[in-house]
């Protein structure tokens, strides 16, 4: 039987990849910031055994050595997933409320994982296509070659939160890659490279307002925000993915040999905010006096930038969801906590 331990269990992401786990039979023991928050996992799979699903506590991922007793574990653990980093744009603090605990969790799991769980062979870590874009000048086709630009200076204006969470992102996976060429430990890692995600939300772990940042836009369409209105919000990234298959990756990143010591970049392909309001108006027309007018313009700019995602499907194996299937299951996840 293999273990895993899955850090982050009660976020967006990691609730799928939990779904995974507990569907290929893996044992897993997951982290969280609470034993409320853990209760609720538990509570949400009931038919699970005890000894299939656990949870250890780790209040704050960027504290020295936070990661040392959740590692440990009789029998061993074989794999991490580590999807633990913060994803807001409410920064006060750059350096404390998004910089560090994306650096230091990342790379403190990576310390404690080497020093006391010497069983894990192999480490799949959440990371992003922020670590990828450059924001001021896009190539004509993105991939896993690239890496986003952005300084520490930069990432640390207060007044500029987005290049601060792009920067997290990319401190932090450059850290993981700089660990394991310097450090050479007896494990591999992975890292996945989402953009935007969207699907949805897992109920016993989320309520409307305290919605992840990427889904929080289908929310507001749904709700009436801008109904009515002629002009659509902007839309900023124009690819994204299903969290179900982005979730998928993970759980293959520590199955497939192939995956050892790659990056990824994952992604379905173009969207937009109108592509999103008008995959709702097709699959939910009772919510169409709520959405904003069928004439609003689709702010893709002609000239988009390119993506290359074909080495996820080849070493991965992975197949991609249709954006229409993934908007409809959002939009009905959001129905069902009274959206």
């Not at 656990?54 to 029998?75: H, L, R, W």
């Not at 450059?134 to 896993?144: D, I, K, L, R």
């Not at 997290?168 to 450059?174: G, I, M």
């Not at 709702?280 to 002609?302: F, G, M, N, V, Y």
């Amino acid at each position: 039987m293999v273990k895993v331990l899955l850090t982050g269990g009660s976020g967006f992401i990691a609730a799928h990849v939990l779904d995974i786990l507990i569907e290929k039979g893996y044992e897993v023991v997951t982290t969280v910031r609470s034993q409320q928050k853990g209760q609720k996992i538990l509570d949400a799979h009931p038919k699970v055994s005890k000894d299939k699903l656990s949870y250890v506590i780790v209040e704050d991922i960027a504290q020295p050595g936070a990661f040392d007793e959740a590692v440990k574990s009789e029998p061993g653990f074989d794999a991490v997933i580590h999807t633990a980093s913060p994803f807001h744009f409410n920064v006060v603090d750059p350096v404390k409320d998004l910089l560090d605990p994306a650096v230091n969790g990342t790379v403190g799991i990576l310390k404690a994982i080497k020093a006391h769980a010497p069983t894990v062979k192999r480490v799949a870590i959440t990371s992003s296509f922020a670590s990828i874009i450059n924001a001021s000048q896009h190539p004509e086709t993105y991939s896993e070659k690239d890496w986003n630009p952005v300084t520490w200076e930069q990432a640390t204006d207060p007044k500029d939160p987005a290049t601060t969470y792009r920067g997290s992102k990319t401190f932090a996976e450059k850290a993981a890659w700089d660990f394991v060429e310097k450090e050479k430990p007896n494990f591999t890692i992975t890292t996945l490279c989402p953009p935007l995600v969207l699907g949805p939300i897992v109920h016993y772990l989320n309520s409307l307002d305290a919605i992840n940042t990427s889904n929080a836009r289908v929310r507001d369409f749904i709700q009436g925000k801008y109904k009515g209105q002629s002009e659509l919000p902007p839309t900023g990234t124009f690819i994204w993915v299903d969290v179900r298959d982005l979730a998928l990756s993970h759980v293959l990143a520590i199955e497939k040999s192939e995956a050892e010591n790659q990056r990824f970049f994952i992604t379905a392909g173009y969207f937009s905010n109108k592509k999103i309001v008008e995959a709702i108006r097709k699959s939910h027309p009772e919510l169409s006096d709520k959405l904003p007018l069928s004439s609003a313009k689709d702010d893709t700019p002609e000239g988009v930038y390119g993506y290359d995602n074909s080495k996820s499907i080849k070493l991965l194996g992975l197949k991609y969801s249709p954006f229409d299937a993934a908007i409809k299951d959002t939009v009905d996840s959001l129905l069902e906590v009274g959206a």
